[in-house]
C-alpha cells in the first residue's frame, strides 16, 4: 500500500498563495491516480483535483479551476498542489489520496471511499 505524507499548510490571507506537497512512498508503479481532497469542519470531502502519474493528465473542480494546479516530481515522489488567490472557502484541511494502481481518475473521481491510500492532512486556513 501507498504511504503518503502531506505538507505545506498554513495560515494565509485572502489572495495569498500556498502550495502543498504531497510525498508517496511504497509504491511499484507510476500509474496511479493521485487527487487532493478537501473537509471543512461540518462538510463532506470533496474533490479538489487530481493527476494521472506518468501521464499528467489533470483534472479540477469547478470552485478551484484556473486558481490551483496539481503536478508531480517523478523523482522526489512527490504531488503538489499549487493555490493561487486563496479564499476564504478554501479554509479546509487537505489531504492527498492514491487509487489502486492502473485505476484511471475518471473512474474514482471525487469518491473517497475509491481511494485506497490516505495522508494524515494538512490544514489550510483563509482569512479575509
Known amino acids: 500500500q501507498v504511504q503518503l505524507v502531506e505538507s505545506g499548510g498554513g495560515s494565509v490571507q485572502a489572495g495569498g498563495s500556498l502550495r502543498l506537497s504531497c510525498v508517496a512512498s511504497?509504491?511499484?508503479?507510476?500509474?496511479?491516480?493521485m487527487a487532493w481532497f478537501r473537509q471543512a469542519p461540518g462538510k463532506e470531502r470533496e474533490g479538489v483535483a487530481d493527476?494521472?502519474?506518468?501521464?499528467?493528465?489533470?483534472y479540477y473542480a469547478g470552485s478551484v479551476k484556473g486558481r490551483f494546479a496539481i503536478s508531480q516530481d517523478g523523482a522526489k515522489n512527490t504531488v503538489y498542489l499549487q493555490m493561487n488567490n486563496l479564499r476564504t472557502e478554501d479554509t479546509a484541511m487537505y489531504y492527498c489520496?492514491?487509487?489502486?494502481?492502473?485505476?484511471?481518475?475518471?473512474?474514482?473521481?471525487?469518491?473517497?471511499?475509491?481511494?485506497?491510500?490516505w495522508g494524515q492532512g494538512t490544514q489550510v486556513t483563509v482569512s479575509s
Open positions: 511504497g509504491y511499484r508503479y507510476n500509474n496511479y491516480c
Open positions: 493527476i494521472y502519474l506518468g501521464h499528467a493528465i489533470t
Open positions: 489520496a492514491a487509487a489502486r494502481p492502473f485505476t484511471q481518475c475518471g473512474v474514482v473521481r471525487g469518491i473517497p471511499s475509491s481511494y485506497d491510500s
